[in-house]
């Protein structure tokens, strides 16, 4: 059943190409994302349980909800004809010393902390501290710093397009890797690649072959940091099973532990944002964990693909009402950066990542507040900037 679905991805991914010929159009990136991860589900060897339950559906109603409607949206959203603005050159300066400061700063701190309580393990102390599923090993209260992570995210954005100078670019791209590497996440990796690579490629400085160089060097980081994560375990980690770990074992989990409306409250996964802001204020219920649960399959995972919270709060008719919605969104905002408003490519890139991600988990809605972060810190250098039709370049 799964290599049907893959065989519809194959499809959606040569009809999207053929209406979009751009592989970063939503339509082509999509699908062909699930194409890979399928794929390496059967080439790269593991020892996961057999893909047989409810997943092929739902990523097959997934899939034509998401580019359908890509598609139609993406026909229908004329091209902006506004005025540019420049983003202000101060904030961005603003932007790039905080990251530069404050990056350092908090990686130090983890570093130190990790180091004096756990020093024979304390890789494995970071990522401990970094998904939070032993309350005697929390992070240091960093107070305001703690939105630092995501401005150097976007400040990475601003330096790869508005920034010559190749010491900036430079130092902003290694506080990014940094971030990624004190809270040892491979998807903090991921992010930083993928964003580097859809910018590079769209100002010309990468080609396909620069991606795939890029990916293999992940792969190789993927398996070491393994090897780091865990510690004095005495187990033993090979490269296929680190691989297949971390790409494809989401699939199984989502196929053998997800339950259909098993959510307790109404939409309590994909409205999580809104409990988190009312339950202080005694308006609902209590939000649910961020993380999900470890299950076995038979390795242990806590991934369960894009799918996952439409899917346990309103079951696969949620996973095609909400693929319709995803679907219109990225294939409206796709449309819009084309037009080379810099604000509405940054905006889009920072959307494309988390679909490219898709495979691990859902990343939008999920973590609501980390993307509104995202946008905010985004539109603000344009707000505060000025019309005009000429894009400068930073020294």
Same mark, same amino acid.
């Given at each position: 059943?799964?290599?049907?679905?893959?065989?519809?991805?194959?499809?959606? *991914?040569?009809?999207?190409?053929?209406?979009?010929?751009?592989?970063?159009?939503?339509?082509?990136?999509?699908?062909?994302?699930? %194409?890979?991860?399928?794929?390496?589900?059967?080439?790269?060897?593991?020892?996961?349980?057999?893909?047989?339950?409810?997943?092929?559906?739902?990523?097959?109603?997934?899939?034509?909800?998401?580019?359908?409607?890509?598609?139609?949206?993406?026909?229908?959203? +004329?091209?902006?004809?506004?005025?540019?603005?420049?983003?202000?050159?101060?904030?961005?300066?603003?932007?790039?010393?905080?990251?530069?400061? !404050?990056?350092?700063?908090?990686?130090?701190?983890?570093?130190?902390?990790?180091?004096?309580?756990?020093?024979?393990?304390?890789?494995?102390?970071?990522?401990?501290? !970094?998904?939070?599923?032993?309350?005697?090993?929390?992070?240091?209260?960093? @107070?305001?710093?703690?939105?630092? *992570?995501?401005?150097?995210?976007?400040?990475?954005?601003?330096?790869?397009?508005?920034?010559?100078?190749?010491? %900036?670019?430079?130092?902003?791209?290694?506080?990014?890797?940094?971030?990624?590497?004190?809270?040892?996440?491979?998807? &903090?990796?991921? *992010?930083?690649?993928?964003?580097?690579?859809?910018?590079? =490629? /769209? /100002?010309?400085?990468?080609?396909?072959?620069?991606?795939?160089?890029?990916?293999?060097?992940?792969?190789?980081?993927?398996?070491?940091?393994?090897?780091?994560?865990?510690?004095?375990? @005495?187990?033993? %980690?090979?490269? !296929?099973?680190?691989?297949?770990?971390?790409? *494809? &074992?989401?699939?199984?989990?989502?196929?053998?532990?997800?339950?259909?409306?098993? !959510?307790?409250?109404?939409?309590?996964?994909?409205?999580?944002?809104? =409990?988190?802001?009312?339950?202080?204020?005694?308006?609902?219920?209590?939000?649910?964990?961020?993380?999900?649960?470890?299950?076995?399959? +038979?390795?242990?995972?806590?991934?369960?693909?894009?799918?996952?919270?439409?899917?346990?709060?309103?079951?696969?008719?949620?996973?095609?009402?909400? &693929?319709?919605? =995803?679907?219109?969104?990225?294939?409206?905002?796709?449309?819009?950066?084309?037009?080379?408003?810099?604000?509405?490519?940054?905006?889009?890139?920072?959307?494309?990542?988390?679909?490219?991600?898709?495979?691990?988990?859902?990343?939008?809605?999920?973590?609501? &507040?980390?993307?509104?972060?995202?946008?905010?810190?985004?539109?603000?250098?344009?707000?505060?900037?000025?019309?005009?039709?000429?894009?400068?370049?930073?020294?």
């Amino acid at each position: 059943m799964l290599l049907m679905v893959m065989l519809l991805a194959v499809l959606l *991914t040569a009809l999207g190409w053929y209406v979009a010929r751009d592989i970063f159009a939503p339509c082509v990136a999509g699908p062909g994302i699930w %194409v890979a991860i399928i794929a390496m589900y059967y080439v790269v060897p593991n020892d996961f349980f057999p893909i047989c339950h409810d997943f092929p559906l739902s990523l097959s109603l997934w899939l034509v909800g998401f580019v359908v409607a890509s598609m139609w949206a993406a026909w229908k959203t +004329p091209l902006s004809t506004s005025a540019q603005r420049e983003p202000n050159r101060m904030v961005l300066r603003v932007y790039v010393a905080i990251t530069l400061t !404050a990056v350092p700063l908090m990686s130090f701190m983890l570093l130190w902390k990790a180091f004096t309580e756990e020093p024979e393990t304390m890789f494995r102390y970071l990522r401990v501290m !970094a998904v939070g599923f032993d309350d005697n090993i929390q992070p240091p209260n960093f @107070g305001p710093l703690v939105y630092a *992570t995501g401005l150097a995210y976007v400040t990475l954005l601003f330096v790869v397009l508005y920034f010559k100078n190749k010491w %900036v670019i430079g130092l902003v791209v290694f506080m990014n890797f940094l971030t990624a590497f004190v809270t040892m996440a491979k998807i &903090s990796f991921l *992010t930083v690649l993928f964003t580097l690579m859809y910018l590079g =490629y /769209r /100002r010309g400085i990468f080609k396909l072959k620069h991606m795939v160089y890029a990916l293999c060097i992940f792969l190789i980081l993927c398996f070491f940091m393994q090897v780091a994560r865990e510690g004095d375990s @005495g187990e033993q %980690v090979g490269i !296929a099973s680190s691989l297949s770990l971390y790409t *494809t &074992s989401a699939m199984v989990c989502f196929d053998y532990y997800a339950v259909p409306d098993s !959510a307790i409250n109404f939409g309590e996964h994909v409205l999580r944002f809104f =409990y988190a802001i009312g339950h202080p204020l005694g308006l609902c219920a209590e939000p649910v964990n961020v993380l999900s649960e470890f299950v076995y399959v +038979p390795d242990m995972a806590n991934t369960y693909t894009i799918l996952y919270p439409f899917y346990i709060d309103f079951g696969n008719v949620g996973v095609f009402i909400f &693929s319709l919605f =995803y679907g219109a969104f990225y294939g409206f905002l796709y449309k819009k950066s084309q037009s080379g408003n810099k604000m509405l490519m940054i905006i889009y890139t920072i959307f494309f990542v988390l679909l490219m991600l898709e495979f691990f988990a859902e990343l939008v809605f999920s973590n609501l &507040s980390m993307t509104i972060q995202y946008v905010i810190f985004a539109i603000l250098p344009f707000i505060i900037g000025k019309e005009r039709n000429d894009i400068a370049i930073l020294k």
